[in-house]
Each structure stands twice: as C-alpha cells, then as structure tokens.
Nanobody
Framework: QVQLVESGGGLVQAGGSLRLSCVES????????MAWFRQAPGKEREFVSA????????HYEDSVKGRFTISRDIAKNTVYLQMNSLKPEDTAVYYC??????????????????????WGQGTQVTVSS
C-alpha cells in the first residue's frame, strides 16, 4: 500500500521560507512523477509543482516560479518543496501527490489532479502579512 506523508508546514511571516517534505513508502522500482498541490479555504485544489522521477524535468505554476523549488531524493523516496519569499496568498493546505507506477522516466509532467493516484493528508502553510 502506497503512503505519502508530508511534513514541514507551519506559520511564517510574509517574505519568509519553509521547506516541505513528502516521504513515499509502499512501492519500489517505479519511475513515477511526483507533485505538490495546494488548497486554500473555499477554493479548488490547484497544481503547484511537479518533478519527474530522475529530477530532470520540473514544472511550476506561474505564481510560484522563481520562489519555489521542487527537488527529489530517490534514495530516500522523498520529494521536497522549498518555498521562499512567501506571500499571504500562498496560505493553503499543501498536498503531496504521486503518479501511477511506471517503468519509464517520462519528461511529461501532468498538472491535473486526476493524473495522480496517491495523495498525502496535507500539511498546513500559513503566511501572515
């Protein structure tokens, strides 16, 4: 059974930084993409960033480009989201998501929720002004 566990959320002032982590367990030998989504109160869950299995391909939502960095440690089965220059509008629950098992390290990174089959429970990020 695949499990994703996020950590690293918290309360930070505008302009500050946080690093989110997501540890995956329950499967091996899969070259799948990983992603971060977020959901603010009263809003739909939206794509933030994605990374290929090897880390060779990354993709960001426009509002976080230049501020957020996604990375991945295959040996630790962990994906990270380094968030700098945080803004109040970044306040949301952040979810880690994993793609379906794959034997191919695809450079195509989906941004839709339906493309990801495993989800974590989420970690709250609150940015105060």
């Amino acid at each position: 059974q695949v499990q994703l566990v996020e950590s690293g959320g918290g309360l930070v002032q505008a302009g500050g930084s946080l690093r989110l982590s997501c540890v995956e367990s329950g499967r091996t030998f899969s070259r799948h993409a990983m992603a971060w989504f977020r959901q603010a109160p009263g809003k739909e869950r939206e794509f933030v960033s994605a990374i290929s299995w090897s880390g060779g391909s990354v993709h960001y939502e426009d509002s976080v480009k230049g501020r957020f960095t996604i990375s991945r440690d295959i040996a630790k089965n962990t994906v990270y989201l380094q968030m700098n220059s945080l803004k109040p509008e970044d306040t949301a629950v952040y979810y880690c998501a994993a793609g379906p098992s794959s034997t191919y390290d695809s450079s195509w990174l989906p941004t839709g929720r339906r493309e990801y089959v495993y989800w974590g429970q989420g970690t709250q990020v609150t940015v105060s002004s």
